[in-house]
T-cell receptor, first 108, second 115 residues
Framework: EDQVTQSPEALRLQEGESSSLNCSYT??????LFWYRQDPGKGPEFLFT???AGEEKEKERLKATLTKKESFLHITAPKPEDSATYLC?????????FGTGTSLTVIP | GAVVSQHPSRVICKSGTSVKIECRSL??????MFWYRQFPKQSLMLMAT?????????EQGVEKDKFLINHASLTLSTLTVTSAHPEDSSFYIC???????????FGPGTRLTVL
């Protein structure tokens, strides 16, 4: 059964305390793994697409990596403005599967 | 690039009325658009997949006669909540995939409150 699992559900970090969010998946025929950021009361904002194991993408303090079974979103020296829910999704054929998200809180 | 808009951003209506929400891809053409519903502090719940020029595919448990979806052009899809009731109050979000693209780009969402 195709599915996506994100962990942890919630994460509290001190400002500057680096950490990683996990997205594990079981799908056949991966056509892409996507990371989004969602702020309360807003639609998800696209961050990255990863296609193959070993691929990495970076944007400011965020770096996404991909293996054959999971992806990590590394947050380096986070700031309070990085507080949000981070969603992971995978595409298999024309189906998209979303994880339930990790709620990140960065404390000043 | 890849901007999706939704209108209105907020709507309050009386029970029994119908509400239409528009989703537009502003700078790209979208063969496929998706409609989601999201409850507070919960993840996205897919309601239906809409392909331009054809009938929408609804997820199990979503009433197609209550949530009417029209995808008349490559840049516009609409969701009409018919005979809305308080339990339909929610945050509705659309997304679009560009022709030949892989990623979904999301609209800002519409907050529906039914009194």
């Amino acid at each position: 059964e195709d599915q996506v699992t994100q962990s942890p559900e919630a994460l509290r970090l001190q400002e500057g305390e680096s950490s990683s969010l996990n997205c594990s998946y079981t799908v056949s025929g991966l056509r892409g793994l996507f990371w989004y950021r969602q702020d309360p009361g807003k639609g998800p904002e696209f961050l990255f697409t990863l296609y193959s194991a070993g691929e990495e993408k970076e944007k400011e303090r965020l770096k996404a990596t991909l293996t054959k079974k999971e992806s990590f979103l590394h947050i380096t020296a986070p700031k309070p403005e990085d507080s949000a829910t981070y969603l992971c999704a995978v595409r298999s054929g024309n189906q998209f599967y979303f994880g339930t998200g990790t709620s990140l809180t960065v404390i000043p | 690039g890849a901007v999706v808009s939704q209108h209105p951003s907020r709507v309050i209506c009386k029970s029994g009325t119908s509400v239409k929400i528009e989703c537009r891809s502003l700078d790209f053409q979208a063969t496929t658009m998706f409609w989601y519903r999201q409850f507070p502090k919960q993840s996205l719940m897919l309601m239906a997949t809409s392909n331009e020029g054809s009938k929408a595919t609804y997820e199990q448990g979503v009433e197609k006669d209550k949530f009417l979806i029209n995808h008349a052009s490559l840049t516009l899809s609409t969701l009409t909540v018919t005979s809305a009731h308080p339990e339909d109050s929610s945050f509705y979000i659309c997304s679009a995939v560009s022709i030949g693209g892989n990623e979904q780009f999301f609209g800002p969402g519409t907050r529906l409150t039914v009194l």
